[in-house]
């Protein structure tokens, strides 16, 4: 599926998107480019990744905290080296400042995923 950023409609803002990504083998990322929207730069960081049937996105640890909306699809989500559990389209998850985190794709289609991060102010 192809991401576009169509033109603002009067007096709403479209954020801008990057280019796609690939992260690795069957995993691809959008940016949405939230330090250029009109009006100023958003207090968060926002993207939209998908992984591919089998497909399991890198050991990530970071500073930020995060949130996952799951849109499509279903997997497996390992969270602070704990056994994987299943999550689906549908769910919300949090990651806390730290905390590792991976997501493998069990189905038969792509598991797409939107993420907003931010600065953990403590």
Same mark, same amino acid.
């Given at each position: 599926?192809?991401?576009? =950023? ?6 709403? $803002? +479209?954020? !801008? /998107? ?8 069957? %995993? ?18 926002? =993207? ?6 089998? $497909? +399991?996105? !890198? /050991? ?8 996952? %909306? ?53």
């Amino acid at each position: 599926m192809a991401l576009r =950023s169509p033109e603002g409609v009067e007096g709403h $803002a +479209r954020a !801008p /998107l990057a280019e796609t990504q690939r992260v690795c083998e069957g %995993m691809s990322l959008t940016l949405v480019e939230t330090a250029r929207l009109r009006g100023g730069p958003a207090p968060v960081r926002m =993207s939209r990744f998908e992984l591919a049937p089998g $497909a +399991r996105s !890198p /050991l990530d640890v970071h500073e930020e905290r995060e949130m996952w %909306m799951l849109a499509q699809g279903h997997g497996a989500l390992s969270y602070r080296g704990q056994p994987p559990f299943p999550v689906r389209a549908g769910d919300v998850v949090a990651f806390e400042t730290g905390s590792s985190h991976t997501l493998t794709n069990t189905g038969s289609e792509p598991l797409v995923v939107f993420s907003i991060w931010w600065d953990d102010p403590a």
